[in-house]
């Protein structure tokens, strides 16, 4: 079983949700028999049964504490649902945040003693904010005293969450995966430049994301590049006021545009439409959108402190090399300017992602994750 907290029309809980359908989809295509439970919200009419092409079981998730975003979110029958059937599984895999749906439904899985393979994506790290120590306290330390098995995205999150958590099960370090897509980058189609290259930001309009800050980039860029189109796509979490401020100010005379949320399954086909895919986000622990966009041979930029900012400058990509603007404006630039740049870098991403973060890989790991978590024999 696995347990993630939110499912949104619009995919609005981001990377944690799509590397959970993955993995589902990865494992079931190599005969496991998994299934996939989550809160969920802004569906009209009954809950679904499937989501991105995968069968879900869904139960309402509504608002417990206000001002708190997904943090503070509850779904007690989701939590009931799992304290009931859990010893059904083998395995429970928990993509755990610090909210009021996962840390409650992963204490009723621990409390039927079935086997817990905590995954955090980099959510759970130290905080400052009001809640999370008492959270910690009542919460976070049981759960991750009980887990069987615990997997962290990039060693530093290991060595984070080592330091956090010292009775904490050795993380094991499993990059997400993407699955192939017969999507291709517009430029990659063509062979050549696209006459109005798309620069996108495809993202949470959240402040970490930095949406406000890509379009300042753009209206620097704009004036040096006539041709070019700046775009956001992404659910409003917290700073969606601001960019359309920000826009208001200049949108480069209709060329800086926020087209809004849209649905998991068609980032594909929407990412391939552009030429430069930008994602500005800082302390961003590993970036699903940046091999997203690899997968369909776009090349990409990222911030330096990003968990793939290496994988871009292996690529041919480019990277800001501080938090300005300026900076995040010079990567585009490299880009903008070298259109034979970006179809050897999209070139090398594509072939990048097939090598590096093929979702068969990921799920042989997982194999191995789970038959340590429950002892060594095989589910």
């Known amino acids: 079983m696995h347990v993630v907290t939110l499912v949104t029309p619009d995919g609005s809980f981001g990377g944690p949700l799509r590397v959970a359908v ?61 304290a009931r059937r859990a010893p059904e599984y083998d ?59 615990s997997i962290a995205l990039v060693p530093r999150e290991k060595t984070d969450l080592q330091e956090l958590f010292p009775q904490l099960v050795e993380p094991v370090v499993l990059p997400n995966g993407v699955p192939p897509t017969v999507e291709r980058a517009v430029e990659q189609r063509a062979g050549a430049a696209a006459e109005h290259p798309e620069v996108l930001f495809l993202a949470r309009v959240a402040a970490r994301k930095r949406p406000v800050e890509f379009v300042r980039a753009a209206q620097l860029l704009a004036p040096a590049f006539p041709a070019a189109r700046f775009t956001l796509i992404g659910p409003d979490e917290d700073r969606g006021d601001a960019v359309r401020t920000a826009i208001a100010e200049d949108d480069a005379d209709g060329r800086i545009v926020w087209e809004g949320p849209l649905a998991p399954d068609r980032t594909a086909a929407r990412m391939a439409e552009a030429a430069v895919y930008v ?49 995040l404006a010079s990567a585009v630039r490299e880009l903008l300017t070298d259109p034979e740049r970006r179809r050897r870098a999209g070139a090398a991403g594509l072939e990048h992602v097939e090598h590096t973060y093929s979702m068969d890989a990921v799920a042989r790991r997982l194999e191995t994750i789970y038959v340590d978590a429950i002892g060594g024999s095989e589910p």
Do not use: W
């Open 91 to 149: 395995v429970v895999h928990l993509h755990l945040a610090r909210d009021l749906v996962a840390l409650p439904t992963a204490l009723a899985a621990a409390a039927r003693r079935v086997p817990l393979v905590v995954h955090t994506h980099g959510m759970i790290d130290a905080s400052d904010r009001l809640l999370a120590k008492p959270l910690d306290l009542a919460m976070t330390r049981p759960v991750m005293r009980s887990a069987a098995g």
């Open 22 to 82: 993955n993995q589902v989809r990865a494992l079931r295509a190599r005969g496991h028999q998994v299934d996939l439970v989550a809160g969920a919200q802004g569906f009209e009419g009954p809950l679904p049964h499937e989501y991105d092409g995968v069968t879900v079981t869904l139960f309402p998730a509504r608002q417990a504490v206000p001002g708190t975003g997904f943090a503070g979110l509850v779904a007690p029958r989701l939590t009931a649902f799992v």
């Open 279 to 327: 994602l500005p986000a800082v302390d961003e622990p590993f970036g699903m959108t940046l091999i997203e966009a690899m997968a369909v041979g776009l090349p990409t930029v990222a911030n330096h402190d990003c968990g793939l900012a290496e994988d871009v400058r292996a690529t041919g990509g480019a990277v800001a090399h501080d938090d300005s603007v300026e900076s």
